[in-house]
T-cell receptor, first 110, second 111 residues
Framework: GENVEQHPSTLSVQEGDSAVIKCTYSDSASNYFPWYKQELGKRPQLIIDIRSNVGEKKDQRIAVTLNKTAKHFSLHITETQPEDSAVYFCAASSPHKLIFGTGTRLQVFP | DTAVSQTPKYLVTQMGNDKSIKCEQNLGHDTMYWYKQDSKKFLKIMFSYNNKELIINETVPNRFSPKSPDKAHLNLHINSLELGDSAVYFC??????????FGPGTRLTVL
């Protein structure tokens, strides 16, 4: 069945450093790849997304890259801040649903 | 406020009871979902409805019965609650194009 693998499961960085989270998907028909941030006790919130006709998208300190051939996509956060600490989920579209990765707990230490 | 809302926020109940969680969205979306998030934070889709019609049932036990009275509402009824049902349940909605917007979640604790 469809599957999305996400790595690493935990990531600790110093404030100001960059963080990279990687995902791999299995369904070659997937064409939409959102990233969600979930703070403790809160709902997942969309932070950035990319469609298959684009290789890279940037929004201030966050960027997403997509390699459709390799079925890889990544989230890049630059100049990390303590408020970036959260669980991040990647997802890939499948008919009528999103398949979510297993999440990455990012901790940014001051 | 335009949003996806759920009630209740917390639900504590005994094993064997029946309970319901309600979800409403005023975003005008055609598609609504229920997700279960377990203690390891895995987000797993349970059901998807499009214009009140069930389109996905991800092998969820039939103790779980979703109901969509109209396209703005998707409620979840759970019969004979079990310990393993303890989790956070999220409702979500989306327009065509897959971006999903989540409700605040309902933390269900089965004792």
């Amino acid at each position: 069945g469809e599957n999305v693998e996400q790595h690493p499961s935990t990531l600790s960085v110093q404030e100001g450093d960059s963080a990279v989270i990687k995902c791999t998907y299995s369904d070659s028909a997937s064409n939409y790849f959102p990233w969600y941030k979930q703070e403790l006790g809160k709902r997942p919130q969309l932070i950035i997304d990319i469609r298959s006709n684009v290789g890279e998208k940037k929004d201030q300190r966050i960027a997403v890259t997509l390699n459709k051939t390799a079925k890889h996509f990544s989230l890049h956060i630059t100049e990390t801040q303590p408020e970036d600490s959260a669980v991040y989920f990647c997802a890939a579209s499948s008919p009528h649903k999103l398949i979510f990765g297993t999440g990455t707990r990012l901790q940014v230490f001051p | 406020d335009t949003a996806v809302s759920q009630t209740p926020k917390y639900l504590v109940t005994q094993m064997g009871n029946d309970k319901s969680i309600k979800c409403e969205q005023n975003l005008g979306h055609d598609t609504m979902y229920w997700y279960k998030q377990d203690s390891k934070k895995f987000l797993k889709i349970m059901f998807s409805y499009n214009n009140k019609e069930l389109i996905i049932n991800e092998t969820v036990p039939n103790r779980f019965s979703p109901k969509s009275p109209d396209k703005a509402h998707l409620n979840l009824h759970i019969n004979s609650l079990e310990l393993g049902d303890s989790a956070v349940y999220f409702c979500a909605s989306s327009p065509p194009g897959n971006t999903q917007y989540f409700g605040p979640g309902t933390r269900l604790t089965v004792l």
